[in-house]
């Protein structure tokens, strides 16, 4: 049987029209520019370490509000509630819908217990709200998905190790989303205070069993494990955050400016921002959203429906008792 062309929208069906399946590419390119990605980002640190001024660098506009301060006698603000924005972000005929949920900073108070608690449950009701959805007999073509596709996990850059409620929130964090460490304000330290910062956290991470975000597929390819591999090498991402401009050799830059000079964000060099900005919309954006579908979701989807299940097992062998 002959294949036949089928031709994209705009396309005029024509004898000469090109002829192959290969087309599909094309087809499905078109259907995913007009409905648009969606991509939920949420932020995890203590109070004070630059969350909402990374959001903006990573995405070049001014999204979150910062609550840093701006002279050395105002005190820090903080979140007190998870707050979550959405923006519209297009680049190239590409829409993004960005959605970006901010965190209370954990570890603010004396007594710490359970502080990351909310934080886990906010996660969680994202899949169970996603799930209801998807159980409803006349259910929506495209479901609203708000689950939480990356978790960007902000380490203070104190030079020593990770902290053991650090350990604790980790732990419960890698359990339920794709998690990606990053020291933040890494300015505050030498390169080779870095590197054996770095070091300290990936034994830490080792002994305690923390697996966290890129996982490695059977699917992947030869390419896609070896940049997984170099990704795992880098983490966690020593990063510096500016919205300011400054005119570096006659070009303007994201920058710090200190007593010492500028660093750059976006200079190698200086951080590894652009590694991470990289990371995050170049080379994982799509395995991020997949990951959190097929693998976060499914835990948690499987876990509610054998409860259910056994649940109603239970209720089914009371009633004919």
């Keep these: 049987m002959a294949a036949v062309a089928v031709p994209t929208s705009g396309e005029e069906i024509s004898a000469q029209s090109y002829v192959g399946f290969d087309s599909i590419t094309r087809q ?58 959405s923006h519209v972000i297009t680049e190239n005929g590409v829409r993004l819908k960005l959605n970006i949920i901010d965190t209370p900073g ?24 996603y799930l209801r959805k998807e159980l409803t007999a006349m259910r929506d073509r495209h479901i609203p998905d708000t689950r939480i596709h990356c978790c960007l996990f902000f380490i203070n850059p104190t030079g020593h190790t990770l902290k053991p409620i650090d350990i604790v929130v980790l732990k419960k964090l890698a359990e339920v989303v794709n998690v990606v460490p990053i020291i933040a304000k890494s300015d505050a330290l030498t390169l080779e205070e870095r590197h054996l910062f770095k ?50 050799d006659g070009k303007p830059v994201r920058a710090r400016v ?19 900005r990289n990371f995050l919309t170049r080379t994982h954006l799509q395995d991020l959203i997949e990951t959190t579908a097929q693998i976060h979701y499914e835990t948690f989807r499987s876990k509610q429906l054998m409860a259910l299940k056994e649940s109603s097992a239970k209720q089914q062998q009371a009633s004919t008792s």
Excluded at 28 to 46: A, C, P, S, T
Excluded at 114 to 124: A, N, Q, T
Excluded at 225 to 247: H, T
């Design 258 to 276: 200190n007593r010492f000079g500028v660093i750059n964000v976006e200079d190698e060099r200086h951080c590894e921002f652009i590694y991470l």
């Design 28 to 85: 499905i390119e078109h259907k995913l520019l007009k409905r648009g990605f969606q991509f939920n980002v949420m932020v995890v640190g203590q109070t004070g370490l630059g969350k909402s001024t990374l959001i903006n660098t990573l995405f070049a506009s001014h999204l979150v509000e910062s609550k840093g301060r701006f002279e050395a006698d105002i005190q820090p603000r903080s979140t007190t509630e998870i707050h979550a924005q």
């Design 106 to 129: 954990y570890g603010d108070q004396i007594n710490n217990e359970g502080c990351w608690d909310s934080i886990v449950k906010y996660i969680k009701d994202q899949h169970s709200a």
């Design 199 to 248: 070091q300290r956290i990936k034994a830490e991470l080792v002994h305690s069993q923390i697996r966290l975000y890129p996982f490695d597929a059977e699917e992947n390819d030869e390419e896609e494990l070896n940049l997984n591999e170099r990704i795992r090498d880098m983490l966690p991402f020593a990063i510096v955050g500016s919205e300011k401009s400054i005119v570096v």
